[in-house]
């Protein structure tokens, strides 16, 4: 049990269609990040939210990336319209305890 | 901001060696170290960290080293084994956003 549900696992799609990635931390917390994966970038933060709030959106790629914390429990990653070039793996992530990160099992995203 | 650097970026041991995985940062205001291990296809989990006024921390077989000084921070693996193969990543952090290293892949020959 990671502690963080993703979903889906997999998301093939094709270029310029809208594709939405959710995360619900399994305990609601206030704090929630999203990451992206790639090979030649590693992890990189897209944003933070804290209390729901988008705090730091300075790693959203471009205007085409949009994310969203509705309540503790819930958020959303939005790419539209999507590229090739945004496939990766997307990882949200929660700080329980004031410790390190715990990641969700991601999302594998191939658009073609 | 923060930039980590890690070394190296692959590493191949004997089982039984030692492995030995090295970062610098940066930012002198970084204060939390956490290191990721990271299997194919799987998540990166926590396997250890440490805080600033920690010189070494320790568990079981892994443990971490940190010289506030030189800005540089170790992990050490002893007496490895083949489930220890996976990809280590370093990161730092003073706040919230953690900064991660480019990632050490370990391979441990049996």
């Known amino acids: 049990d990671a502690g963080v549900i993703q979903s889906p696992r997999h998301e093939v799609t094709e270029m310029g269609q809208e594709v939405t990635l959710r995360c619900k931390p399994i305990?609601?917390?206030?704090?929630l990040f999203w990451y992206r994966q790639t090979m030649m970038r590693g992890l990189e933060l897209l944003i933070y939210?804290?209390?729901?709030?988008?705090?730091?959106d300075s790693g959203m790629p471009e205007d085409r990336f949009s994310a969203k914390m509705p309540n503790a429990s819930f958020s959303t990653l939005k790419i539209q319209p999507s590229e090739p070039r945004d496939s990766a793996v997307y990882f949200c992530?929660?700080?329980?305890?004031?410790?390190?990160?715990?990641f969700g099992s991601g999302t594998r995203l191939t658009v073609v | 901001g923060e930039n980590v650097e890690q070394h190296p970026s692959t590493l191949s041991v004997q089982e039984g060696d030692s492995a030995v995985i090295k970062c610098t940062y940066s930012?002198?205001?970084?204060?939390?170290f956490p290191w990721y291990k990271q299997e194919l296809g799987k998540r990166p989990q926590l396997i250890i960290d440490?805080?600033?006024?920690?010189g070494e921390k320790k568990d079981q077989r892994i443990a971490v080293t940190l010289n506030k000084t030189a800005k540089h921070f170790s992990l050490h693996i002893t007496e490895t084994q083949p489930e220890d193969s996976a990809v280590y990543f370093c990161?730092?952090?003073?706040?919230?956003?953690?900064?991660f290293g480019a990632g050490t892949t370990v391979t441990v020959r049996a």
């Open positions: 440490i805080r600033s006024n920690v």
């Open positions: 939210f804290n209390n729901n709030v988008p705090i730091d």
């Open positions: 305990s609601g917390h206030n704090s």
């Open positions: 992530a929660i700080v329980p305890q004031a410790s390190g990160y715990t």
């Open positions: 930012d002198s205001a970084s204060n939390y």
């Open positions: 990161a730092a952090s003073n706040d919230y956003k953690l900064s």
